[in-house]
């Protein structure tokens, strides 16, 4: 059942679960179909990668639609950029790097 509308439905069965496993299953023959296109050279994988990126954008867009998905993320508030920064930038200068213009 493919939905039109923007409104969720927050009842995710079973089969959307599936439904996200193949998703990522295509992501990854999508992935390894790249590999072996040798830069989009070799046609067969190339197709092949091609098609699986489409069908995981194609699944992914309704999947998500079924799936309650959370706007905010643990962790990665105002506090926690901050936290994370101020460890990055301690880490460069113990580290004695220097960030370069280019």
Known sequence: MIMT???RDESATPFTW????VVI???IA???GLRF???FTVALPTVMSLMAF???LYLVSNVMRRL???HRLPGLGRRGNRV???HRCLGIARAGEHRKRV
């Open 68 to 70: 309650p998905v959370k």
């Open 54 to 56: 489409t069908l995981a």
């Open 37 to 39: 296109s040798e830069r």
């Open 18 to 21: 599936l439904l996200f496993g």
């Open 84 to 86: 994370r920064g101020a």
């Open 5 to 7: 509308d923007t409104k």
């Open 30 to 32: 999508g992935a390894l």
């Open 25 to 27: 299953a295509a992501e």
